[in-house]
Protein backbone atom coordinates (compact mmCIF):
# COMPACT_ATOMS: atom_id res chain seq x y z
CA UNK A 1 0.00 0.00 0.00
CA UNK A 2 1.05 3.48 -1.00
CA UNK A 3 0.72 6.13 1.71
CA UNK A 4 0.73 9.63 0.62
CA UNK A 5 -0.93 13.11 1.73
CA UNK A 6 -2.40 13.75 -1.80
CA UNK A 7 -2.64 11.89 -4.21
CA UNK A 8 -3.19 13.31 -7.58
CA UNK A 9 -5.01 11.30 -10.46
CA UNK A 10 -3.63 12.76 -13.65
CA UNK A 11 -0.78 13.93 -15.11
CA UNK A 12 -2.01 17.34 -17.23
CA UNK A 13 -1.59 20.89 -16.85
CA UNK A 14 -4.32 20.96 -13.92
CA UNK A 15 -1.98 17.78 -12.05
CA UNK A 16 1.44 19.58 -12.40
CA UNK A 17 -0.07 22.84 -11.59
CA UNK A 18 -1.56 21.74 -8.41
CA UNK A 19 1.35 19.60 -7.44
CA UNK A 20 3.58 22.32 -7.67
CA UNK A 21 1.90 24.77 -6.28
CA UNK A 22 0.97 22.52 -3.44
CA UNK A 23 4.83 21.81 -2.95
CA UNK A 24 5.58 25.57 -3.14
CA UNK A 25 3.10 26.02 -0.45
CA UNK A 26 3.65 23.39 2.01
CA UNK A 27 7.10 21.85 0.79
CA UNK A 28 6.54 18.64 4.02
CA UNK A 29 3.41 17.27 1.90
CA UNK A 30 4.12 14.26 0.43
CA UNK A 31 2.45 13.79 -2.97
CA UNK A 32 1.70 10.94 -5.43
CA UNK A 33 0.72 11.65 -8.98
CA UNK A 34 -1.00 8.41 -11.53
CA UNK A 35 -0.43 9.27 -14.64
CA UNK A 36 -0.79 6.56 -17.60
CA UNK A 37 1.53 8.39 -20.54
CA UNK A 38 5.11 8.20 -21.26
CA UNK A 39 5.00 11.76 -21.40
CA UNK A 40 2.96 14.83 -20.18
CA UNK A 41 2.21 16.38 -23.68
CA UNK A 42 1.74 20.32 -24.43
CA UNK A 43 -1.58 19.65 -26.26
CA UNK A 44 -1.87 23.01 -27.76
CA UNK A 45 1.30 22.81 -29.94
CA UNK A 46 0.12 19.05 -31.16
CA UNK A 47 -1.45 20.83 -34.68
CA UNK A 48 2.02 22.20 -35.78
CA UNK A 49 3.97 19.28 -34.60
CA UNK A 50 1.84 17.67 -37.64
CA UNK A 51 1.92 20.76 -39.87
CA UNK A 52 6.06 19.43 -39.28
CA UNK A 53 7.31 22.91 -37.49
CA UNK A 54 9.28 21.05 -35.18
CA UNK A 55 10.58 18.11 -33.94
CA UNK A 56 7.18 16.41 -32.47
CA UNK A 57 9.17 15.48 -29.29
CA UNK A 58 9.12 18.91 -28.25
CA UNK A 59 5.67 18.56 -27.33
CA UNK A 60 6.72 16.32 -24.22
CA UNK A 61 6.76 18.15 -21.20
CA UNK A 62 10.01 16.91 -18.75
CA UNK A 63 8.74 14.50 -15.71
CA UNK A 64 11.39 16.55 -13.71
CA UNK A 65 8.67 19.01 -12.97
CA UNK A 66 7.04 17.15 -10.84
CA UNK A 67 9.87 14.87 -9.66
CA UNK A 68 12.31 17.25 -8.90
CA UNK A 69 10.10 18.97 -6.35
CA UNK A 70 9.84 15.69 -4.64
CA UNK A 71 6.75 13.97 -5.96
CA UNK A 72 6.13 10.48 -6.59
CA UNK A 73 5.58 10.06 -10.36
CA UNK A 74 3.99 6.47 -11.16
CA UNK A 75 3.21 5.53 -14.92
CA UNK A 76 0.02 3.81 -14.65
CA UNK A 77 -3.89 4.25 -14.62
CA UNK A 78 -5.88 4.05 -12.24
CA UNK A 79 -8.47 1.60 -12.68
CA UNK A 80 -10.69 1.77 -9.05
CA UNK A 81 -10.96 4.91 -7.12
CA UNK A 82 -13.05 4.59 -3.45
CA UNK A 83 -14.36 8.32 -3.32
CA UNK A 84 -14.89 7.56 0.28
CA UNK A 85 -11.73 5.88 1.65
CA UNK A 86 -9.64 8.05 -0.43
CA UNK A 87 -7.90 4.90 -2.27
CA UNK A 88 -7.19 3.97 -5.62
CA UNK A 89 -6.02 0.56 -7.07
CA UNK A 90 -3.76 1.11 -10.31
CA UNK A 91 -3.53 -1.34 -13.46
CA UNK A 92 -1.10 -3.68 -11.88
CA UNK A 93 -3.03 -3.84 -8.40
CA UNK A 94 -1.27 -1.41 -6.64
CA UNK A 95 -2.87 0.56 -3.84
CA UNK A 96 -2.64 3.93 -3.00
CA UNK A 97 -4.31 5.81 0.28
CA UNK A 98 -4.13 9.75 0.82
CA UNK A 99 -5.64 12.41 3.18
CA UNK A 100 -6.59 14.30 0.12
CA UNK A 101 -7.58 12.70 -3.23
CA UNK A 102 -6.98 15.62 -6.40
CA UNK A 103 -9.10 14.43 -9.32
CA UNK A 104 -7.76 15.86 -12.45
CA UNK A 105 -8.47 13.33 -15.31
CA UNK A 106 -9.15 15.66 -17.93
CA UNK A 107 -10.96 14.94 -21.24
CA UNK A 108 -11.22 12.61 -24.30
CA UNK A 109 -12.35 13.72 -28.11
CA UNK A 110 -15.70 12.92 -28.79
CA UNK A 111 -16.18 10.16 -31.34
CA UNK A 112 -19.98 10.85 -32.90
CA UNK A 113 -21.95 7.49 -33.24
CA UNK A 114 -21.70 8.14 -36.69
CA UNK A 115 -21.85 5.16 -38.61
CA UNK A 116 -18.80 3.98 -39.97
CA UNK A 117 -16.99 5.86 -37.35
CA UNK A 118 -14.95 3.10 -36.42
CA UNK A 119 -13.23 2.53 -39.25
CA UNK A 120 -9.16 2.57 -38.75
CA UNK A 121 -8.84 5.51 -40.96
CA UNK A 122 -10.64 7.87 -38.75
CA UNK A 123 -9.07 9.05 -35.53
CA UNK A 124 -9.27 11.82 -33.10
CA UNK A 125 -6.39 14.08 -31.75
CA UNK A 126 -4.84 14.12 -27.88
CA UNK A 127 -2.84 11.58 -27.20
CA UNK A 128 0.83 11.02 -28.23
CA UNK A 129 -0.22 7.95 -30.15
CA UNK A 130 -3.37 10.11 -31.82
CA UNK A 131 -0.54 12.54 -32.97
CA UNK A 132 1.84 10.07 -34.47
CA UNK A 133 -0.82 8.16 -36.31
CA UNK A 134 -1.50 11.47 -37.50
CA UNK A 135 1.74 12.37 -39.04
CA UNK A 136 2.15 9.16 -40.26
CA UNK A 137 -0.97 9.25 -42.48
CA UNK A 138 -0.02 12.64 -43.41
CA UNK A 139 2.97 11.39 -44.29
CA UNK A 140 2.52 7.66 -45.65
CA UNK A 141 1.21 9.07 -49.16
CA UNK A 142 -2.32 10.49 -48.19
CA UNK A 143 -3.58 12.91 -50.81
CA UNK A 144 -7.19 13.54 -48.89
CA UNK A 145 -7.93 14.29 -45.73
CA UNK A 146 -11.27 15.45 -43.99
CA UNK A 147 -11.70 17.23 -40.57
CA UNK A 148 -14.86 16.91 -38.83
CA UNK A 149 -15.51 20.00 -36.78
CA UNK A 150 -14.34 23.71 -37.53
CA UNK A 151 -13.62 24.89 -33.88
CA UNK A 152 -9.63 25.65 -33.03
CA UNK A 153 -8.45 22.22 -33.66
CA UNK A 154 -10.49 21.52 -36.64
CA UNK A 155 -9.03 24.74 -38.02
CA UNK A 156 -5.24 24.19 -36.83
CA UNK A 157 -5.38 20.87 -38.28
CA UNK A 158 -6.66 21.61 -41.50
CA UNK A 159 -4.39 23.92 -41.68
CA UNK A 160 -1.70 21.67 -41.30
CA UNK A 161 -2.66 19.02 -43.42
CA UNK A 162 -3.03 21.20 -46.10
CA UNK A 163 0.60 22.98 -45.52
CA UNK A 164 1.65 19.14 -46.11
CA UNK A 165 0.14 19.35 -49.42
CA UNK A 166 -2.82 17.01 -48.60
CA UNK A 167 -5.90 18.22 -50.29
CA UNK A 168 -8.29 18.85 -47.36
CA UNK A 169 -12.19 19.50 -46.23
CA UNK A 170 -13.36 20.83 -42.99
CA UNK A 171 -16.74 20.19 -42.34
CA UNK A 172 -18.95 22.20 -40.14
CA UNK A 173 -22.87 21.38 -39.27
CA UNK A 174 -22.78 25.26 -37.95
CA UNK A 175 -22.97 27.75 -40.74
CA UNK A 176 -19.47 29.42 -39.77
CA UNK A 177 -15.83 28.26 -38.38
CA UNK A 178 -15.37 28.71 -34.69
CA UNK A 179 -19.26 28.62 -34.05
CA UNK A 180 -18.82 29.35 -30.29
CA UNK A 181 -15.95 31.64 -30.64
CA UNK A 182 -17.46 34.27 -33.30
CA UNK A 183 -20.35 35.42 -34.71
CA UNK A 184 -21.21 35.22 -38.61
CA UNK A 185 -19.94 38.94 -38.84
CA UNK A 186 -16.28 38.27 -37.27
CA UNK A 187 -16.20 34.84 -39.17
CA UNK A 188 -16.44 35.61 -42.60
CA UNK A 189 -12.83 36.83 -42.93
CA UNK A 190 -11.94 33.57 -41.36
CA UNK A 191 -13.54 31.32 -44.10
CA UNK A 192 -11.74 33.91 -46.75
CA UNK A 193 -8.55 32.93 -45.27
CA UNK A 194 -8.76 29.07 -45.46
CA UNK A 195 -10.37 28.69 -48.87
CA UNK A 196 -8.09 31.66 -49.73
CA UNK A 197 -5.25 29.05 -49.04
CA UNK A 198 -7.11 25.84 -50.86
CA UNK A 199 -9.06 24.41 -47.82
CA UNK A 200 -12.27 23.08 -48.73
CA UNK A 201 -15.05 24.45 -46.57
CA UNK A 202 -18.16 23.09 -46.18
CA UNK A 203 -20.55 24.58 -43.56
CA UNK A 204 -23.91 23.85 -42.50
CA UNK A 205 -23.02 19.94 -43.50
CA UNK A 206 -23.38 17.26 -41.81
CA UNK A 207 -21.76 13.74 -42.09
CA UNK A 208 -24.66 11.31 -42.18
CA UNK A 209 -22.12 8.09 -42.66
CA UNK A 210 -18.77 7.17 -43.97
CA UNK A 211 -18.78 4.24 -46.26
CA UNK A 212 -16.18 1.56 -45.71
CA UNK A 213 -13.53 -0.92 -48.13
CA UNK A 214 -13.07 -3.75 -45.70
CA UNK A 215 -12.68 -1.82 -42.39
CA UNK A 216 -11.33 1.58 -43.87
CA UNK A 217 -13.72 4.41 -44.97
CA UNK A 218 -13.79 4.97 -48.99
CA UNK A 219 -16.50 7.71 -48.76
CA UNK A 220 -17.86 10.38 -46.39
CA UNK A 221 -21.90 10.79 -47.21
CA UNK A 222 -23.85 14.02 -46.17
CA UNK A 223 -27.15 14.58 -46.12
CA UNK A 224 -27.86 17.10 -49.12
CA UNK A 225 -23.73 17.20 -50.26
CA UNK A 226 -21.75 15.23 -52.75
CA UNK A 227 -19.63 12.72 -50.96
CA UNK A 228 -16.05 12.82 -51.03
CA UNK A 229 -14.25 9.63 -52.17
CA UNK A 230 -10.74 8.60 -49.95
CA UNK A 231 -8.21 6.16 -50.66
CA UNK A 232 -8.97 4.22 -48.24
CA UNK A 233 -5.63 2.71 -48.33
CA UNK A 234 -4.30 5.81 -47.52
CA UNK A 235 -6.47 9.11 -46.94
CA UNK A 236 -8.11 9.31 -43.56
CA UNK A 237 -10.25 11.31 -41.54
CA UNK A 238 -9.90 13.23 -38.15
CA UNK A 239 -12.86 14.54 -35.83
CA UNK A 240 -12.63 17.96 -33.78
CA UNK A 241 -15.92 18.24 -32.02
CA UNK A 242 -15.51 18.57 -28.11
CA UNK A 243 -14.20 16.74 -25.15
CA UNK A 244 -15.80 14.64 -23.35
CA UNK A 245 -14.71 14.45 -19.06
CA UNK A 246 -12.48 11.00 -18.06
CA UNK A 247 -15.19 10.77 -14.81
CA UNK A 248 -16.37 7.18 -15.21
CA UNK A 249 -14.37 5.86 -12.93
CA UNK A 250 -16.22 7.99 -9.58
CA UNK A 251 -19.46 7.18 -11.09
CA UNK A 252 -21.98 5.88 -8.76
CA UNK A 253 -20.29 7.04 -5.50
CA UNK A 254 -22.21 10.11 -4.75
CA UNK A 255 -19.94 12.46 -6.34
CA UNK A 256 -21.98 15.63 -7.66
CA UNK A 257 -21.28 15.48 -11.47
CA UNK A 258 -23.04 17.00 -14.62
CA UNK A 259 -23.11 16.19 -18.53
CA UNK A 260 -19.92 18.57 -18.70
CA UNK A 261 -18.50 16.81 -15.49
CA UNK A 262 -17.29 16.71 -11.63
CA UNK A 263 -19.36 20.02 -10.31
CA UNK A 264 -16.83 21.86 -7.80
CA UNK A 265 -17.32 25.11 -5.70
CA UNK A 266 -15.41 27.92 -6.18
CA UNK A 267 -12.31 26.48 -4.47
CA UNK A 268 -12.21 23.93 -6.36
CA UNK A 269 -14.12 21.41 -3.32
CA UNK A 270 -16.48 18.46 -4.59
CA UNK A 271 -19.45 17.79 -2.42
CA UNK A 272 -17.11 14.92 -1.25
CA UNK A 273 -15.08 15.51 1.88
CA UNK A 274 -11.16 15.54 1.06
CA UNK A 275 -11.97 15.48 -2.63
CA UNK A 276 -10.97 18.22 -4.87
CA UNK A 277 -10.84 18.73 -8.56
CA UNK A 278 -9.52 20.39 -11.20
CA UNK A 279 -9.18 21.34 -15.02
CA UNK A 280 -11.74 19.52 -18.26
CA UNK A 281 -13.02 16.77 -15.88
CA UNK A 282 -15.12 19.44 -14.59
CA UNK A 283 -18.33 21.41 -15.26
CA UNK A 284 -17.68 25.30 -15.08
CA UNK A 285 -19.79 27.80 -14.02
CA UNK A 286 -20.01 30.90 -15.73
CA UNK A 287 -18.98 34.10 -14.30
CA UNK A 288 -21.35 35.96 -16.60
CA UNK A 289 -25.04 34.58 -16.34
CA UNK A 290 -23.13 32.04 -13.14
CA UNK A 291 -24.82 29.13 -15.09
CA UNK A 292 -22.92 25.96 -16.70
CA UNK A 293 -20.73 26.76 -19.68
CA UNK A 294 -18.03 24.87 -21.57
CA UNK A 295 -14.40 25.96 -21.78
CA UNK A 296 -12.47 22.64 -22.04
CA UNK A 297 -9.42 24.95 -22.04
CA UNK A 298 -5.72 24.60 -20.29
CA UNK A 299 -6.29 28.65 -19.37
CA UNK A 300 -9.10 27.12 -17.62
CA UNK A 301 -7.20 23.87 -15.92
CA UNK A 302 -4.32 26.34 -14.81
CA UNK A 303 -5.72 28.81 -12.23
CA UNK A 304 -8.04 26.20 -10.86
CA UNK A 305 -5.47 23.71 -9.48
CA UNK A 306 -3.58 27.30 -8.32
CA UNK A 307 -6.51 27.71 -6.28
CA UNK A 308 -7.12 23.83 -4.83
CA UNK A 309 -3.24 24.03 -4.03
CA UNK A 310 -3.90 27.48 -2.11
CA UNK A 311 -7.50 26.32 -0.28
CA UNK A 312 -5.56 22.96 0.60
CA UNK A 313 -2.69 24.89 1.95
CA UNK A 314 -5.13 26.87 3.96
CA UNK A 315 -4.85 29.49 2.50
CA UNK A 316 -8.06 30.53 1.24
CA UNK A 317 -8.89 31.72 -2.21
CA UNK A 318 -11.80 31.52 -4.71
CA UNK A 319 -11.62 31.62 -8.08
CA UNK A 320 -14.64 34.22 -9.69
CA UNK A 321 -15.87 31.79 -12.31
CA UNK A 322 -14.89 31.77 -16.21
CA UNK A 323 -15.06 33.29 -18.89
CA UNK A 324 -13.54 31.23 -21.53
CA UNK A 325 -10.75 33.79 -22.81
CA UNK A 326 -9.30 31.80 -25.76
CA UNK A 327 -7.65 32.08 -29.29
CA UNK A 328 -6.79 30.60 -32.40
CA UNK A 329 -5.19 31.47 -35.84
CA UNK A 330 -5.86 29.96 -39.59
CA UNK A 331 -2.75 31.32 -41.55
CA UNK A 332 -1.68 35.05 -40.82
CA UNK A 333 -5.18 35.88 -39.16
CA UNK A 334 -5.70 35.43 -35.61
CA UNK A 335 -8.90 34.82 -33.91
CA UNK A 336 -9.38 35.58 -30.46
CA UNK A 337 -12.63 35.69 -28.12
CA UNK A 338 -13.55 35.58 -24.34
CA UNK A 339 -16.88 35.50 -22.93
CA UNK A 340 -20.56 35.19 -24.91
CA UNK A 341 -21.17 35.59 -28.69
CA UNK A 342 -23.77 37.83 -29.29
CA UNK A 343 -25.50 34.83 -31.13
CA UNK A 344 -25.25 33.15 -27.54
CA UNK A 345 -25.38 35.71 -24.82
CA UNK A 346 -29.27 36.06 -26.68
CA UNK A 347 -29.69 32.05 -26.32
CA UNK A 348 -28.69 32.49 -22.88
CA UNK A 349 -31.50 34.95 -22.46
CA UNK A 350 -29.94 38.39 -22.48
CA UNK A 351 -31.14 41.49 -24.58
CA UNK A 352 -27.84 42.76 -26.30
CA UNK A 353 -26.24 45.61 -27.34
CA UNK A 354 -23.22 45.14 -29.74
CA UNK A 355 -20.51 47.15 -31.36
CA UNK A 356 -17.34 47.34 -33.69
CA UNK A 357 -14.03 48.81 -33.70
CA UNK A 358 -12.02 48.50 -37.08
CA UNK A 359 -7.97 49.65 -37.32
CA UNK A 360 -4.69 48.73 -38.89
CA UNK A 361 -2.22 46.96 -36.86
CA UNK A 362 0.34 49.01 -36.82
CA UNK A 363 0.03 53.06 -38.31
CA UNK A 364 -1.08 52.22 -41.52
CA UNK A 365 2.17 53.73 -43.44
CA UNK A 366 4.41 50.42 -41.21
CA UNK A 367 5.25 47.88 -43.51
CA UNK A 368 3.17 44.58 -42.77
CA UNK A 369 0.53 46.98 -41.33
CA UNK A 370 -2.69 44.58 -41.22
CA UNK A 371 -6.23 44.46 -40.34
CA UNK A 372 -7.09 44.38 -36.45
CA UNK A 373 -11.31 43.94 -35.89
CA UNK A 374 -12.88 43.95 -32.50
CA UNK A 375 -16.82 43.05 -31.80
CA UNK A 376 -17.77 43.59 -28.22
CA UNK A 377 -21.14 42.33 -26.79
CA UNK A 378 -22.53 43.50 -23.49
CA UNK A 379 -26.01 43.23 -21.77
CA UNK A 380 -28.49 46.09 -23.10
CA UNK A 381 -30.04 45.96 -19.07
CA UNK A 382 -26.81 47.54 -17.13
CA UNK A 383 -24.23 47.95 -20.65
CA UNK A 384 -22.18 45.26 -18.62
CA UNK A 385 -19.40 43.87 -21.20
CA UNK A 386 -20.73 40.40 -21.84
CA UNK A 387 -18.12 39.55 -24.39
CA UNK A 388 -15.85 40.31 -27.09
CA UNK A 389 -14.00 38.92 -30.31
CA UNK A 390 -11.31 40.19 -31.80
CA UNK A 391 -9.75 39.17 -35.65
CA UNK A 392 -5.91 40.66 -36.55
CA UNK A 393 -3.25 40.02 -38.84
CA UNK A 394 -1.21 40.28 -35.35
CA UNK A 395 -1.36 38.32 -31.76
CA UNK A 396 -5.08 38.89 -30.57
CA UNK A 397 -4.30 37.30 -26.89
CA UNK A 398 -3.49 41.00 -25.44
CA UNK A 399 -6.71 42.16 -26.76
CA UNK A 400 -8.73 38.93 -25.76
CA UNK A 401 -7.06 39.27 -22.03
CA UNK A 402 -7.94 42.62 -21.29
CA UNK A 403 -11.76 41.89 -22.74
CA UNK A 404 -11.65 39.22 -20.11
CA UNK A 405 -10.59 41.29 -17.49
CA UNK A 406 -13.60 43.96 -18.32
CA UNK A 407 -15.85 41.21 -18.29
CA UNK A 408 -14.19 39.35 -15.06
CA UNK A 409 -14.43 42.60 -13.15
CA UNK A 410 -17.95 43.78 -14.44
CA UNK A 411 -17.03 46.69 -16.26
CA UNK A 412 -19.53 48.76 -18.30
CA UNK A 413 -19.30 50.02 -22.16
CA UNK A 414 -18.42 53.66 -20.55
CA UNK A 415 -15.98 52.33 -18.25
CA UNK A 416 -13.74 50.63 -21.04
CA UNK A 417 -14.52 53.37 -23.54
CA UNK A 418 -12.00 55.23 -21.18
CA UNK A 419 -9.38 52.44 -21.06
CA UNK A 420 -6.01 53.60 -20.92
CA UNK A 421 -4.24 52.47 -24.20
CA UNK A 422 -0.65 52.51 -25.51
CA UNK A 423 0.48 53.41 -29.04
CA UNK A 424 3.42 53.10 -31.12
CA UNK A 425 4.47 52.47 -35.12
CA UNK A 426 5.54 49.14 -34.96
CA UNK A 427 3.04 47.80 -31.79
CA UNK A 428 -0.82 49.96 -33.01
CA UNK A 429 -2.73 52.01 -34.46
CA UNK A 430 -2.30 55.72 -33.81
CA UNK A 431 -2.63 57.24 -30.68
CA UNK A 432 -6.09 58.98 -31.88
CA UNK A 433 -7.46 55.44 -32.20
CA UNK A 434 -8.07 52.17 -30.01
CA UNK A 435 -10.31 49.40 -31.53
CA UNK A 436 -11.31 48.09 -28.18
CA UNK A 437 -12.11 52.06 -27.62
CA UNK A 438 -14.35 52.44 -30.52
CA UNK A 439 -16.03 48.83 -30.39
CA UNK A 440 -17.07 50.19 -27.09
CA UNK A 441 -18.46 53.60 -28.67
CA UNK A 442 -19.95 52.18 -31.19
CA UNK A 443 -21.73 49.88 -29.06
CA UNK A 444 -23.24 52.78 -26.41
CA UNK A 445 -24.19 54.75 -30.17
CA UNK A 446 -26.37 51.69 -31.56
CA UNK A 447 -27.43 51.41 -27.46
CA UNK A 448 -28.66 55.56 -27.89
CA UNK A 449 -30.02 54.61 -31.10
CA UNK A 450 -32.03 51.69 -29.68
CA UNK A 451 -33.17 53.77 -26.85
CA UNK A 452 -34.39 56.95 -29.07
CA UNK A 453 -36.06 54.45 -31.57
CA UNK A 454 -38.80 52.91 -28.30
CA UNK A 455 -38.56 56.37 -27.25
CA UNK A 456 -37.24 55.07 -23.83
CA UNK A 457 -37.29 58.00 -21.40
CA UNK A 458 -34.13 59.83 -20.40
CA UNK A 459 -30.17 58.18 -20.72
CA UNK A 460 -29.32 56.36 -17.91
CA UNK A 461 -25.90 57.82 -16.27
CA UNK A 462 -23.66 54.79 -16.36
CA UNK A 463 -21.01 53.85 -13.97
C1 LIG B 1 -4.98 19.35 -29.95
C2 LIG B 1 -5.32 20.21 -28.75
C3 LIG B 1 -5.05 21.58 -28.79
C4 LIG B 1 -5.38 22.37 -27.70
N1 LIG B 1 -5.09 23.71 -27.75
C5 LIG B 1 -5.33 24.50 -26.66
C6 LIG B 1 -4.96 25.88 -26.67
O1 LIG B 1 -4.43 26.40 -27.66
N2 LIG B 1 -5.22 26.61 -25.56
C7 LIG B 1 -5.80 26.06 -24.43
O2 LIG B 1 -5.98 26.76 -23.42
N3 LIG B 1 -6.15 24.74 -24.40
C8 LIG B 1 -5.93 23.96 -25.49
N4 LIG B 1 -6.27 22.63 -25.45
C9 LIG B 1 -6.98 22.09 -24.27
C10 LIG B 1 -6.00 21.73 -23.16
O3 LIG B 1 -5.01 20.89 -23.64
C11 LIG B 1 -6.76 21.07 -22.02
O4 LIG B 1 -7.74 21.96 -21.57
C12 LIG B 1 -5.84 20.74 -20.86
O5 LIG B 1 -4.91 19.76 -21.24
C13 LIG B 1 -6.65 20.24 -19.67
O6 LIG B 1 -5.78 19.89 -18.65
P1 LIG B 1 -6.18 18.78 -17.56
O7 LIG B 1 -4.97 18.61 -16.70
O8 LIG B 1 -7.45 19.13 -16.94
O9 LIG B 1 -6.46 17.46 -18.40
P2 LIG B 1 -5.51 16.63 -19.36
O10 LIG B 1 -4.46 17.49 -19.94
O11 LIG B 1 -6.42 15.89 -20.26
O12 LIG B 1 -4.80 15.61 -18.40
C14 LIG B 1 -5.50 14.56 -17.81
C15 LIG B 1 -4.52 13.57 -17.26
O13 LIG B 1 -5.23 12.58 -16.52
C16 LIG B 1 -4.78 11.30 -16.90
N5 LIG B 1 -5.78 10.29 -16.59
C17 LIG B 1 -7.03 10.17 -17.09
N6 LIG B 1 -7.63 9.08 -16.58
C18 LIG B 1 -6.74 8.51 -15.72
C19 LIG B 1 -6.74 7.35 -14.90
N7 LIG B 1 -7.80 6.55 -14.84
N8 LIG B 1 -5.63 7.07 -14.17
C20 LIG B 1 -4.54 7.89 -14.20
N9 LIG B 1 -4.48 9.00 -14.97
C21 LIG B 1 -5.56 9.29 -15.72
C22 LIG B 1 -4.51 11.49 -18.38
O14 LIG B 1 -3.81 10.41 -18.89
C23 LIG B 1 -3.76 12.81 -18.34
O15 LIG B 1 -2.44 12.65 -17.91
C24 LIG B 1 -5.97 21.80 -26.54
C25 LIG B 1 -6.24 20.43 -26.51
C26 LIG B 1 -5.92 19.64 -27.60
C27 LIG B 1 -6.23 18.15 -27.54
Redesign the pocket.
Known amino acids: MNKSDVLI ?9 FARKLKKLKPETTITM ?4 AH ?2 V ?5 YAIEGLFDPAKVFKKDELVTDIGVDLVR ?4 E ?1 DLKAKR ?1 V ?1 DQGETYEAETLFI ?6 IRPPIPGADAENVHT ?2 TQQDMETLIASAQGGAKRAVVVGAG ?2 GI ?2 AQAYRERGIETWLIDMAPRVLPAVLDEDMAEGVHQTLRGHGINLMLSAQVSSFEKEGNRVARVLFEGAEPIALDPARDFVCF ?1 VG ?1 KP ?1 IK ?1 FENQGLETNRDGIIVDSRMRTNLPGILA ?5 SYTSLIDEKPIGG ?7 PM ?1 KIAARVLAGKDDEYPGFVNG ?3 CAYDLRMGATGFTEELARQRGFDVVVGWGETTTLFPMMPGAGNLKVKIVADAKDLRIIGGQVVSTLSTTDKVDVLSLAIQHRTTLKGLSKLSYSSQPWQSFFPARSAIVEACENALDNFAKQQEAVDYPAMPQWV
Not at 10 to 15: E, L, M, R, S, Y
Not at 104 to 109: D, L, Q, W
Not at 278 to 282: E, L, M
Open positions: IGGGPAGITLRPESMYCAIPRTVVAADATGASPVKAIEQSMDLAGDCCKLATNAVAAAT
